[in-house]
């Protein structure tokens, strides 16, 4: 089944505790992007990827980095999460970033207390 | 003003009406555009893509797009109490250097009752 898949799904940490959440397509896919979703300001852009080691910043890099060593993964990393990066997170991939339809992970809700 | 403008609803429809959703983006090289469904909690399904100007058809759904208003607008025909969801419309220009971005309006609530 062609899917994009992130783990874990849901995830409570301490301020200052790094972490990572991973995310996985089977798809062949070029483009794979993470976005925050908070209420009232939609799907926010944190970093996209074009290709294997070309990564790039979307509209709320401060705090994550990320990577693409491998075509199919996109892992997102929180070095020193703060309370403000409480949020639900969704990894995208598409087949080419211009032009085709982004598939969404089922997300990971992340608390930091 | 924000890249894609959706009114955040939410709109009632009875069930069996017509529901009509609105976007308006203000990147005038934008050349695709999607419109997700998103149940409270859950991940966006995209239900739409469209590329040129006029409509296109998919069952109950209809996308328009009028490039030279920069409006894309989604119908749900016959609406049905399960399409109560989050519609997002997304814009997908091409960035700095051939890069590309897809962004999200805040979405449209849509309630349908029974």
């Known amino acids: 089944e062609a899917q994009v898949t992130q783990n874990p799904r849901y995830l409570i940490t301490v301020t200052g505790k790094k972490l990572t959440v991973t995310c996985s397509q089977n798809?062949?896919?070029?483009?794979m992007s993470w976005y925050r979703q908070d209420p009232g300001l939609g799907l926010r852009q944190i970093y996209y990827s074009m290709n294997v080691e070309v990564t790039d910043k979307g509209d709320v890099p401060e705090g994550y980095k990320v990577s693409r060593k491998e075509k199919r993964n996109f892992p997102l990393i929180l070095e020193s999460p703060s309370p403000n990066q409480t949020s639900l997170y969704f990894c995208?991939?598409?087949?080419?970033?211009?032009?085709?339809?982004?598939?969404f992970g089922n997300g990971t809700r992340l608390t930091v207390t | 003003q924000k890249e894609v403008e959706q009114n955040s609803g939410p709109l009632s429809v009875p069930e069996g009406a017509i529901a009509s959703l609105n976007c308006t983006y203000s990147?005038?090289?934008?050349?695709?555009f999607f419109w997700y469904r998103q149940y409270s909690g859950k991940s966006p399904e995209l239900i739409m893509s469209?590329?040129?100007?006029g409509d296109k058809e998919d069952g109950r759904f209809t996308a328009q797009l009028n490039k030279a208003s920069q409006y894309v607008s989604l119908l749900i025909r016959d609406s049905q109490p399960s399409d109560s969801a989050t519609y997002l419309c997304a814009v997908n220009p091409v960035g700095g250097s051939g890069t590309y971005k897809y962004i999200f309006g805040t979405g449209t609530r849509l309630k349908v009752l029974a």
């Open positions: 990147d005038r090289v934008s050349q695709s």
């Open positions: 798809m062949n896919h070029e483009y």
């Open positions: 995208a991939s598409s087949l080419s970033g211009g032009g085709s339809p982004l598939h």
């Open positions: 469209i590329y040129s100007n």
